[in-house]
């Protein structure tokens, strides 16, 4: 097996932890936020503040089916692409799909400390709200699931690496 995706709420980690796996195995990093990013012309924030959540999740879907197939690979996916049911099956087809499952208090303060950004399905009931509708489905696509509690980047990578049995 040499293909991952990486999902999970925003601020856990995927894009950091998939980077490091990448580098460290010489396999290829993708990032679906960068590839929107870098399609768009603009910063991700700037394009969700264009399009809005819901124009942003379907290009996020297209993104995503318009992944290379084959190769070794690492894909760092955006928070909200278990919204997609279309895009969940094809990355299930394509590679390992982990989740990346961080428990809140941890999430808030990342999230706080970064730039804003749109995120999709957010509500009055903040992220705890979030967290609770998205679990489900983070659970029902995921082949693996890492539990992250307080590895720094390079633990956490060698976890995620352990656990889908690559050495
Ligand atoms: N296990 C970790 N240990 C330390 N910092 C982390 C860890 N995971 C993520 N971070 C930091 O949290 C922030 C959000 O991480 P990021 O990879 O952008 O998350 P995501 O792509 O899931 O939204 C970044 O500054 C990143 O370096
Ligand atoms: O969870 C979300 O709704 C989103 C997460 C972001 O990516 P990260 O999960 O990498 O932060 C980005 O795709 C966009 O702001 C929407
Ligand atoms: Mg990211």
């Known amino acids: 097996m040499n293909r991952l995706t990486l999902i999970g709420m925003p601020g856990s980690g995927k894009s950091a ?24 012309g603009k910063k991700l924030q700037a394009v969700v ?6 124009e942003f999740a379907r290009i996020e879907e297209e993104t995503v089916l318009a992944l290379p197939e ?23 087809a394509i590679s390992t799909v982990v989740f990346l499952d961080v428990p809140l208090p941890r999430l808030h303060g990342r999230i706080a400390r970064a730039a804003p950004r749109g995120i ?15 679990f489900e489905l ?4 995921a082949h693996s699931i890492v539990l992250l509690q307080g590895e720094n980047l390079q ?13």
Request: charged residues 25%; hydrophobic residues 40%; contains cysteine.
């Open 49 to 54: 503040d264009e399009v809005g959540t819901e």
């Open 138 to 141: 983070y659970h029902k696509y």
């Open 17 to 40: 932890i998939g980077r490091v796996i990448a580098t460290r195995l010489g396999w290829r990093f993708i990032d679906t936020d960068h590839c929107i990013e870098k399609r768009f």
């Open 120 to 134: 999709v399905g957010m509500g009055a009931g903040g992220l705890e709200e979030l967290y609770r509708n998205r």
């Open 70 to 92: 084959e190769g070794p690979v690492v894909i760092s996916t955006g928070g909200s692409v278990v919204y997609s049911d279309a895009a969940m099956q094809h990355l299930a």
């Open 155 to 167: 633990e956490a990578a060698t976890r995620v690496l352990f656990q889908c049995g690559v050495s």
